[in-house]
């Protein structure tokens, strides 16, 4: 494999604090790929990678005493810069931490870039807490600043498993997959710039 990524993708949870967490929730994944490709090492941000290249000829006729070699030197550096992605998840509403059978919890996952560099197709992913189903269409939302600044809509899947299966999209064809079924929900975040963020929110009802 060619050695020729230098942007690398730092994955982190926050330290920021949270309003109330349940037990049964799993916590969300997230997975950063860069456009660019894979990196072969992820080095810190602020190294300084430097690449030397010479050239080096012979002037005069071969063998006589006028000929001289001359060389030239060429150095090109590059400085590493990183993304950083954070990722948190919160209860919206009133702080609590109990829940009644038949009673409604609306979560909501955030997450921004604090690095040097722009990260891209960030993968999101979250399951569903045991014995809860969504509600309905209206109750998801999801937001990201894209790399203009601009507020963008991102599209919410699930699906039967975290890795493989078919994606049905949440909006063209809930009924295809139950929420029991179908408990793994996803997100993909085609840029995120640095100092930028998004949201995505969804509520469920606890059986």
């Known amino acids: 494999m060619r050695c020729n990524k230098l942007t690398a993708v730092t994955v982190a949870m926050a330290a920021r604090p949270v309003r109330a967490r349940l037990a049964t929730s799993l916590a969300a994944i997230?997975?950063?790929v860069l456009a660019a490709g894979e990196a072969c090492a992820f080095l810190d941000t602020g190294t300084l990678l430097t690449n030397s290249a010479s050239a080096t000829y012979a002037a005069g006729a071969p063998g006589s005493?006028?000929?001289?070699?001359i060389s030239y030197s060429a150095t090109a550096k590059i400085l590493v810069a990183n993304p950083a992605v954070f990722l948190w998840k919160d209860i919206d509403g009133p702080t609590c931490v109990t829940a009644s059978a038949g009673g409604t919890i609306a979560f909501s996952i955030c997450f921004s870039n604090g690095g040097a560099n722009s990260a891209f197709?960030?993968?999101?992913?979250?399951?569903?807490?045991n014995a809860t189903w969504w509600i309905s269409l209206?109750?998801?939302s999801s937001w990201w600043i894209d790399l203009a600044g601009v507020g963008q809509t991102l599209t919410t899947y699930y699906s039967?498993?975290?890795?493989?299966g078919v994606l049905y999209p949440v909006g063209a064809g809930q009924n295809m997959c139950p929420?029991?079924?179908?408990p793994f929900l996803q997100w993909v975040v085609p840029a995120l710039g640095v100092g930028r963020s998004g949201c995505v929110s969804f509520t469920v009802s606890v059986w």
Do not use: F, G, M, R
Not at 65 to 69: A, G, P, V
Not at 121 to 129: A, C, E, F, G, S
Not at 160 to 164: E, G, M
């Open 30 to 32: 997230v997975a950063a």
């Open 65 to 69: 005493y006028q000929q001289s070699s």
């Open 138 to 140: 209206a109750n998801y």
């Open 121 to 129: 197709n960030i993968t999101v992913k979250d399951k569903l807490p």
């Open 179 to 182: 929420s029991a079924t179908c």
């Open 160 to 164: 039967q498993s975290a890795t493989t």
